[in-house]
């Protein structure tokens, strides 16, 4: 089955700084990768997703890279804000029919003001 | 308001005394999912279901059964409890497959003695 891989577990940034979030997965039929924010104690939410056909997507200062050659795909987050402290999930589709998510193990961001 | 929700919130058992967690969504979305979320291993998809009458296996459905008789609503049973399985529990749905945003309820967190 599809293995999706997270790092690092735990990721520590001054505010302002960048953070850069890696995900790695096996089955190279995997088409779809969102990734999750989670605040604590609260519910998973959808912050930004990428499909196969492209190797970039912006929304303000989130971005994804894809790199389906290698099959990893990352999270970028410039000028951070203490706000974005949380846990974030990658996760990528697990067969072709697109039923079944595989999550990361996750990765703690703290930004230091 | 568009929601999922889960009841309970919170819940103590005893091992072996079946429970059932409620999840309804009221956005009228075809797909509905159970994950589990334990330290360090992300969320794992427990079971999925495409319609109504129409359940899958995730990657962790051992000691779990689901049912969807309504489109709105896909509750989680423990028929057992175990040890093991005191986790956080969150339900998802989206509008139809997992290639799309999965929208959380709140989560419940289970303790099994």
């Known amino acids: 089955g599809e293995n999706v891989e997270q790092h690092p577990s735990t990721l520590s940034v001054q505010e302002g700084d960048s953070a850069v979030i890696k995900c790695t997965y096996s089955d190279s039929a995997s088409n779809y990768f969102p990734w999750y924010k989670q605040e604590l104690g609260k519910r998973p939410q959808l912050i930004i997703d990428i499909r196969s056909n492209v190797g970039e997507k912006k929304d303000q200062r989130i971005a994804v890279t894809l790199n389906k050659t290698a099959k990893h795909f990352s999270l970028h987050i410039t000028e951070t804000q203490p706000e974005d402290s949380a846990v974030y999930f990658c996760a990528a589709i697990i067969n072709n029919a697109g039923n079944m998510l595989t999550f990361g193990g996750g990765t703690r961001l703290m930004v230091k003001p | 308001e568009a929601q999922v929700t889960q009841n309970p919130r919170y819940l103590i058992t005893v091992t072996g005394k079946k429970l059932t967690v409620t999840c309804s969504q009221n956005m009228n979305h075809e797909y509905m999912s159970w994950y589990r979320q334990d330290p360090g291993l992300g969320l794992r998809q427990i079971y999925y279901?495409?319609?109504?009458?129409?359940?899958d296996k995730g990657d962790v459905p051992e000691g779990y059964k689901v049912s969807r008789k309504e489109k709105r609503n896909f509750p989680l049973i423990l028929e057992s409890p175990s040890p093991n399985q005191t986790s956080l529990y969150f339900c998802?749905?989206?509008?139809?497959?997992?290639?799309?945003?999965?929208?959380f309820g709140p989560g419940t967190r289970l303790t099994v003695l």
């Open positions: 279901s495409m319609n109504v009458e129409a359940t």
């Open positions: 998802a749905s989206s509008l139809a497959r997992a290639n799309n945003e999965q929208f």
